[in-house]
């Protein structure tokens, strides 16, 4: 009964730690998209950048909510965005769209990746769910990108 129970909370530790993986990943998504709209003036890739911000900010939101209810904090998670989104946000800057584009499909499918990843290290049946939703939105935004940058 004992190894029932510790096995329970090694679980559900576990699965904390995937929300909390996964609330960093959009919060940077998040941070990304929208500051990435203030460097583009085409209209589509303003309105790609819109719908992969309302993405990240719909699965960031869901994710945060589940938080509270278990009492931990979150530990090591910096809301800074990470060296590939800056990198992607200097050529951004610069004009250099198609580099820019390839080097963020190359990050998205990373980011779709590691949310196909949580999917199948969840424990409970509701976050695995709601973590392939989550990896079907990026899935669908991803191609929608890959279409937009000719390898």
């Excluded at 909510?65 to 278990?70: G, I, N, V, Y």
Aim: with cysteine.
């Amino acid at each position: 009964m004992k190894s029932n129970v510790v096995q329970h909370q090694t679980d559900i530790r576990a699965d904390i730690s995937l929300i909390d993986e996964i609330i960093k990943l959009n919060q940077e998504g998040l941070t990304f998209y929208n500051q990435a709209m203030t460097y583009v003036e085409d209209y589509n890739l303003k309105r790609i950048f819109s719908t992969k911000a309302n993405i990240h900010q719909r699965m960031f939101t869901r994710f945060e909510q589940l938080r509270p209810l278990t009492g931990e904090p979150i530990h090591g998670l910096s809301h800074a965005i990470p060296v590939t989104y800056t990198q992607v946000t200097k050529l951004l800057q610069q004009c250099h769209m198609a580099q820019a584009m390839a080097a963020l499909v190359a990050i998205e499918q990373q980011v779709l990746i590691q949310m196909k990843q949580a999917v199948r290290q969840a424990h409970q049946p509701q976050l695995a769910n709601q973590l392939a939703e989550g990896a079907a939105w990026l899935q669908i935004s991803c191609d929608g990108m890959s279409s937009l940058n000719p390898s």
